[in-house]
């Protein structure tokens, strides 16, 4: 009788493992998610001709990667559940941001009778002669940012029906992102101006020629950046502990500033993502 009660509940603790393992305990997943990244950067070039130009770009794209997490739930009574889960992003994703600045100088030369006793030398109208030029400086930023992988620690609270669950989730991301900037270098040259003087042959200087080198900078830097994330999950157990999870999640990883350099003023980038992912997920 006794070796028949032990057999018994032996053999009833057995069959209320896939139960518990079904109504909490800890669970796996492993699957792949589709991440929208959008990235804003803001800062200024640094010029000659246009000693400061403002720019504030923004881009988005997209990219698919593996995905995996790992967490415990805990039912509190009824269908109710909480629980904790640990996720992974992995993958990297490559954007550009694109910045321009341009400026002109404009100088007019006037090549007229002499006169010594008027104002910059010249009779007056009519000139001999009047040429005007045009001097350009533009400068072309182009900013690579790739973001990832990417970490997160949450809270979930949700509800379970028979095989189906739903929740809420809230918590802590961290994503690396590492931005690199090329500018060419820029060369403007804007000659001297001279008038004819009266006496010898000769000229008189007026202006001293300007010139302008912009250096080429190549620069790059990483960071990692903290924010938060919400979203909601489903689970659909399919067999035994095995099932499919759905997630939805939008991270705002917050803002960075990277420091300013000899021709580019500091940037800020803000990055945010909304991620969609399915994923085969495992309890024990």
């Not at 004819?196 to 990483?222: H, K, M």
Request: charged share 15%.
């Amino acid at each position: 009788m006794p070796h028949r009660a032990l057999s018994f509940l032996f053999g009833a603790s057995i069959a209320s493992c896939p139960a518990q393992a079904q109504d909490g305990g800890f669970f796996a997943t492993i699957g792949a998610e589709n991440r929208t990244q959008k990235l804003a950067a803001s800062g200024a070039l640094l010029g000659s001709l246009a000693p400061v130009t403002p720019f504030d770009e923004e881009t988005k794209g997209d990219r698919i990667d593996g995905t995996a997490s790992l967490g415990y739930d805990l039912p509190i009574g009824g269908s109710l559940f909480l629980g904790i889960e640990a996720s992974l992003g992995l993958g990297n994703l490559d954007q550009r941001l694109d910045a321009r600045a341009s400026a002109t100088a404009t100088q007019t030369v006037y090549i007229c009778y002499p006169d010594p006793f008027a104002v910059g030398g010249c009779a007056g109208p009519p000139s001999i002669s009047e040429t005007t030029t045009v001097f350009d400086e533009t400068q072309h930023l182009a900013l690579n940012v790739r973001t990832g992988p990417s970490v997160a620690l949450m809270a979930r609270a949700g509800l379970r029906f028979g095989p189906t669950r739903i929740w809420g989730f809230g918590g802590v991301v961290r994503q690396r992102l590492h931005a690199a900037h090329d500018l060419p270098a820029v060369n403007t040259a804007i000659p001297p101006v001279y008038r004819y003087a009266l006496g010898p042959p000769g000229v008189q200087i007026l202006e001293l020629a300007q010139r302008t080198t912009l250096p080429a900078e190549q620069v790059s830097e990483t960071r990692r950046m903290t924010g938060s994330i919400v979203g909601v999950g489903l689970e659909q157990r399919i067999t035994g502990r095995y099932s499919l999870v759905a997630r939805y999640g939008y991270a705002d990883y917050g803002e960075t500033t990277f420091q300013s350099t000899a021709r580019l003023a500091p940037v800020r980038i803000k990055s945010r993502s909304h991620t969609f992912s399915m994923a085969l997920g495992a309890r024990f």
